[in-house]
């Protein structure tokens, strides 16, 4: 109970931290939302100033900030100024978005990676045969594999590239469009997977690798026990150490690690929207994004704390031995 | 057996990617810079050995080609390839000016093996300057990243406690930052022109301190279960002092995490720079870096039509894949001894 | 449980086929003063895909700043008097004719009778007064308001009958009736409550349900998939025929895809998703050329853009400023003999063939060879040399040193920074080619990409630059627009804001030539004030104009009546009129 009211303190106060944070960063960033009205000849000054105002553009950061903090924990979010819609509203639908493209990945990740890293890393022979595959995937930035494969799909035509529905998939049968937005979604969701897998297997191999040798392993192959079972029983859970980690880093970043792709193959998803709102300078939309990616961080990290705790009992975060 | 001429070839082809980037002033044959304004996006050069029946190397001079990757080659005359030939002023290591280059051909041809750029730039030339900052940029920002997050990531699991919650609280809240607005906001407390070291120094810091988290969060883990091994209890009753316990026991076990980020960030860090360029804390024209190069693959124009500029890509997962396999026989042999 | 789904999938699978709910065509009543279109005809029938950049951010068309929404407000819709794109030249949309007085103050409109919005409600002078109260209203604070304050005063604007609006200008304005184009005509029977309750620049966001958002474009909104597309539907009571008498538009729909930037738009129309790109860089275009025969494109080369991308020296008062190192540069830059060798010594010819593969123009002036009705042809053209310049810094008191490196009367090396948008890929290709042209000079030059709002608020705010390259022009072919550019106390006076006084002799003359021209009603007696201006500016180059690109665009062979135009919007101004080839024959049951 004890841990769980800390982790919740720790968890309000980064949320604090980070929309300080965010708040102050926009004030320091050089820039204003109407800015790029002042290159239109043929709007005043003026005009210029009285949309800062009405926005409150013009007041001291501290002040907006007050205000803002105060709306959020009635849980109003601000307005975006470039939709004039509630900025609420504008993250909810997108971050569905998001989260269907980055569930499906994680999960088709983390169902591949597992058995790839383990098998490589107690076959020496599977290991040579993808070690080149795995260490070009590794090596090849993220957005040239991204670039790559939207390339290839354009080309094709196997897969539609961008948006999640087709133009009038709404008059289809629920079946269609099921079908629609799978083949949407299969060309970000495999960027994704190409990405995040080798990395993920990799860490996995080489924990499974380091086990594998530990004097105790070999005690217990001396001793007749079959591989399955000391696989299973003593090489999982010591190996699974990173991999929780890892595992707590597909969480943290469920809302925040597919900008790239999303920007690149045109997902609907935060991604797209985040970035041009940073850009514009959209301040409450850029806070209300990072609010949201700090609370599935949070809760990421929290789910690998425990999970971490569970594998390995020994650890007991703030315990003295 | 096996292993040891794999380590061998690994070492020796990095020492000579790293002596070909060290001494590109003497290799490239051209000045990265120099702009050849009649042959933007020229193929690269076709070598010849054949020349009405004779062997010899005879690259000829192309005709003006304004078009993406047409190889107009004008016979008139074979230009053959000599060795050490004098050509444009390079300072070698920094330390002495020299126009030594190992290949070259008489003017008006030129060799680009690899092509030109947009401006008609020699591409070769342009790999290896460029090399020089980004695989100097990429190995000491990840050195940094990873130290910085080695030493978070150890006390922060080794001592737990308050000191743990502090450190990963400070790591969440570096994690969620809106770094494009870092970005911004570095850009614009820094002076408009900032001199090449500067600039260098500058992506390390910037990547140093947006990714240090990540790295930290991961150790940290690891001390976390390390620490509380029996042995460690046991060698702690023996009165062994922290330093001794964390070098003897926990050290080791973070090595191999550190190894594996470490292969996985560099060649990130190098493309990392596409993304500072555009906020204008990369390297700046007309300086080469294969940040900077790769983020002329972003237009489409480019990716379909002009192959011969994918060589800072190829370069850097060479690159890569080469660390990352060095690094994986480093780790193979810390286990076995 | 199985039969009846599977009936259910047929059947709606058959109904997919169909479009449901496409707005037909209503008859033309005879009471309806409709607008005939002579030279048009087409077929019924089919969806055009446009690819956007970005997400339109909003439908309201009083408060949309950004080009996206701009571009699709103006599809839904309709002015009392439009720009042609094509001819550059006005003509008449819901005023069917319209008077100007001789002093050119008082403009008489009389609208169409009988036409309706796109709700069936009819249309008339209310509408017209209910919307310039809305543009002119000070707390909505419309960007558009500054269009219509001529020397600091609204128009007056009555309503002399039923269908007869009269508008009385403070002052004679040039080109006057231009200003009509971009007013969409707002319902006042929607939005007059929520314009008198003050919530009006919430209104039409891109959540409000379709049928609320109603206008007097070809098309009305249909249906709105966030981050994805907008589809916009035929507005069945749209008030324009063809040859034939038919009621435009002849398109079913007119579907925005959210594609990306130009990379993305180009894959999409290569892949045949959407049938039309506009701005093609040239590099893009080249690569679609190789394809066009088996891809079945039509590619145009327009010619030369109005918009004009030049070198601008930061002439800012920096006093108070602490920004003493540009304060020393200013010295060098407020040499006229400085700024002319500059021009000199940069090689617009290969700038063109570089950055725009030779699609593009060299520019000596704001005005291009693409404005016809503007351009001055006898602004002198000085070629590029650097012996020229050589000569100009000479007499302008630089010297070189031993190493060849400039230095200025005090032995100061000369070297500064440009900065340019990061973002925008030709205007750094153009710092890079001009830092190589000015080396040749031994002038050190630093080329410095920024994100786009951080190089404004260098530019507009701290003036902490040197120099930088920027764009501007493109709106329209008319002086008036560019007035804040060139008047001294402009907002657009980049290289020197804030002036309260003409800092120089021949600022001052522009200004006053600017004002004349500005209320000179006969166009050639205009047109000799606009020369003598742009000789005045080439003279003096407080920009160092560089180049233009050709608009360049691209659609699929059966897009019909397809007339790009050299204004913005490029390939959608007749909307109204495209069609697709061959549908009526391919026609669905």
Not at chain 3, 209 to 221: A, H, N
Request: hydrophobic share 45%; charged share 15%.
């Amino acid at each position: 109970m004890n841990y769980l009211l800390r982790r919740f303190l720790r968890a309000l106060l980064l949320m604090i931290g980070v929309s300080t944070l965010c708040f102050l960063l926009s004030e320091l960033a050089p820039g204003t939302y109407f800015e790029d009205l002042r290159l239109n000849p043929q709007i005043s000054q003026q005009t210029i100033a009285t949309l800062n105002a009405r926005y409150g553009l013009e007041q001291p950061i501290a002040l907006r900030y007050g205000r803002w903090l105060e709306a959020a924990a009635r849980g109003d979010f601000g307005y975006s100024i470039a939709y004039s819609t509630p900025v609420a509203s504008l993250l909810w639908t997108r971050a569905g978005n998001t989260l269907l493209l980055t569930i499906t990945a994680m999960l088709l990740t983390w169902i591949l990676a597992v058995p790839v890293g383990v098998l490589t890393g107690s076959s020496r022979r599977l290991d040579k045969i993808t070690a080149v595959a795995s260490s070009l995937l590794i090596s090849i930035p993220e957005i040239v594999i991204a670039v790559a494969l939207l390339v290839v799909a354009v080309h094709t035509r196997m897969l539609p590239v961008g948006a999640m529905q087709s133009l009038g998939s709404e008059d289809l049968s629920t079946l269609a469009r099921v079908k629609d937005i799978l083949l949407h979604i299969a060309l970000p969701t495999a960027i994704l997977v190409l990405i995040g897998l080798p990395i993920i297997a990799q860490h996995i191999r080489s924990s499974v690798v380091e086990v594998l040798e530990a004097p105790y392993i070999r005690a217990a192959r001396g001793l007749g026990i079959g591989p399955v079972r000391i696989l299973f029983r003593h090489v999982l859970p010591v190996a699974a150490n990173p991999a929780i980690s890892l595992f707590g880093f597909s969480l943290a970043a469920l809302v925040s690690g597919s900008l790239l792709v999303e920007v690149i193959t045109g997902w609907p998803g935060l991604g797209p929207l985040i970035l041009e709102a940073t850009l514009s300078r959209d301040l409450f939309v850029v806070v209300g994004g990072a609010m949201l990616s700090a609370v599935f961080m949070i809760g990421g990290n929290f789910v690998a704390d425990l999970l971490l705790l569970v594998s390995d009992p020994r650890i007991r975060t703030g315990a003295q031995d | 057996m096996r292993r040891k001429i794999q380590t061998r070839l690994l070492i020796v082809a990095l020492i000579g990617l790293h002596l070909a980037v060290l001494f590109a002033g003497f290799i490239a044959p051209y000045n990265p810079e120099t702009q050849n304004r009649e042959l933007p996006y020229a193929p690269p050069v076709r070598v010849h050995f054949n020349y009405s029946g004779k062997v010899h190397f005879r690259p000829f001079i192309y005709a003006e080609t304004t078009g993406q990757g047409t190889l107009d080659e004008d016979f008139s005359r074979p230009y053959p390839v000599h060795w050490f030939v004098r050509g444009d002023d390079h300072q070698l290591l920094g330390l002495f000016n020299s126009n030594l280059h190992l290949f070259g051909v008489d003017a008006p041809a030129q060799m680009f093996l690899l092509g030109t750029d947009s401006f008609g730039r020699d591409e070769l030339s342009r790999l290896l300057y460029g090399g020089q900052i980004s695989l100097a940029a990429g190995l000491l920002a990840a050195f940094v990243t990873l130290l910085a997050g080695a030493i978070i990531g150890t006390i922060s699991g080794y001592y737990g406690n308050w000191i743990d919650e502090a450190l990963m609280a400070s790591a969440e809240l570096f994690l969620a930052l809106p770094w494009l607005y870092f970005l911004l906001v570095v850009r614009a407390l820094l002076p408009l022109h900032v001199s090449a070291t500067m600039s260098f120094m500058l992506l390390i810091a910037v990547i140093a301190v947006i990714g240090w988290a990540r790295p930290a969060r991961l150790i940290r883990g690891v001390v976390l279960s390390a620490r509380t091994r029996d042995y460690v209890s046991a060698a702690r009753g023996f009165g062994a002092s922290d330093f001794y316990l964390l070098r003897r026991h926990v050290l080791p076990q973070i090595l191999g995490v550190l190894l594996t980020q470490a292969a996985l960030l560099v060649p990130q860090y190098v493309a990392a720079e596409v993304t500072l360029s555009f906020f204008g804390l990369g390297v700046s024209e007309p300086t080469p870096s294969w940040g900077n190069m790769l983020s002329v693959l972003q237009q489409y124009s480019v990716l379909r039509s002009c192959s011969w500029l994918f060589a800072p890509a190829v370069a850097l997962v060479i690159t890569s894949v080469i660390y990352w396999l060095l690094a994986d026989t480093i780790r193979y042999s810390l286990k076995s001894s | 449980m199985k039969p009846s789904a599977h009936f259910t999938a047929v059947v709606c699978l058959f109904g997919a086929s169909y479009l449901p709910v496409i707005a037909t065509a209503q008859a033309t009543s005879s009471s309806e003063e409709v607008d005939r279109l002579e030279d048009v005809v087409g077929q019924y029938g089919g969806r055009l895909v446009v690819g956007e950049r970005a997400e339109p951010k909003t439908l309201n068309p009083v408060t949309a700043t950004d080009s996206v929404s701009r571009e699709v407000i103006g599809r839904i819709n309709a002015d009392l008097i439009e720009i042609n794109r094509a001819s550059q030249q006005t003509e008449s949309a819901l005023a069917k004719s319209w008077t100007i007085s001789k002093d050119g103050r008082t403009f008489v409109l009389h609208l169409r009778k009988g036409i309706r919005f796109s709700d069936g409600h009819p249309f008339d002078a209310d509408d017209v007064l209910f919307s310039f109260a809305v543009y002119l209203d000070e707390s909505v604070g419309s960007p558009q308001r500054d269009l219509l304050i001529i020397d600091s005063k609204p128009p007056t604007i009555t309503k002399l009958d039923q269908y007869t609006v009269q508008f009385v200008l403070p002052r004679p304005y040039a080109a006057a009736e231009r200003l009509f184009d971009g007013f969409a005509i707002l319902p006042k029977h929607i939005l007059e409550k929520p314009f008198h309750d003050g919530h009006f620049d919430q209104v039409w966001s891109l959540n409000a349900p379709p049928d609320q958002i109603v206008g007097l474009g070809p098309f009305r909104v249909k249906r709105y998939i966030p981050g994805q597309s907008l589809v916009l539907e035929r507005n069945p009571y749209y008030w324009k025929i063809d040859h034939d008498n038919r009621r435009l538009p002849y398109l079913n729909e007119l579907a925005f895809l959210f594609v990306g930037g130009e990379d993305s738009q180009l894959m999409r129309f290569e892949a045949g998703e959407t049938d039309v790109i506009s701005r093609l860089s040239a590099e893009n275009y080249a690569l679609l050329q190789r394809d066009a025969s088996h891809l079945n494109l039509e590619l145009t080369d327009l010619g030369p853009s109005l918009e004009y991308n030049f070198l601008v020296f930061n002439l800012n008062d920096l006093r108070g400023k602490k920004l003493d190192s540009i304060a020393r540069k200013q010295a060098w830059f407020a040499n006229l003999n400085f700024r002319r060798a500059i021009s000199a010594a940069i090689d617009r010819d290969s700038l063109v063939r570089l950055v725009y593969s030779s699609r593009g123009q060299a520019l000596w002036g704001n005005v291009g060879p693409g404005n016809r009705r503007w351009v001055d042809a006898a602004i002198p053209h000085p070629q590029h040399s650097l012996d020229a310049a050589r000569q100009l810094l000479k007499s302008a008191g630089f010297s070189w040193d031993k190493a060849g490196q400039l230095q200025d009367a005090s032995g100061a090396p000369v070297e500064f920074t440009i900065i340019s948008s990061s973002s925008n890929a030709q205007r750094m290709k153009m710092a890079t080619l001009v830092q190589d042209d000015l080396s040749h000079l031994g002038i050190a030059v630093h080329v410095v990409p920024l994100e786009f709002r951080a190089m404004l608020d260098r530019v507009f705010q701290s003036f902490d630059y040197d120099a930088a390259i920027m764009g501007l022009g493109g709106g329209d072919a008319d002086p008036n627009p560019e007035m804040n550019v060139w008047l001294s106390n402009g907002s657009s006076h980049l290289w020197h804001l804030g002036e309260t006084q003409p800092a120089t002799d021949w600022e001052h003359e522009i200004d006053q030539l600017m004002q004349q021209q500005m209320v000179t009603l006969n166009y050639q007696k205009r047109k000799q004030l606009y020369d003598h201006v742009q000789e005045i500016i080439a003279a003096n180059l407080p920009f160092i104009f560089l180049a233009t690109p050709d608009v360049l665009v691209g659609a699929k062979k059966d897009v019909g009546n397809f007339h790009p135009a050299l204004l913005d919007p490029y390939t959608l101004w007749d909307a109204d009129q495209l069609y697709i080839r061959g549908i009526e024959k391919a026609a669905i049951r």
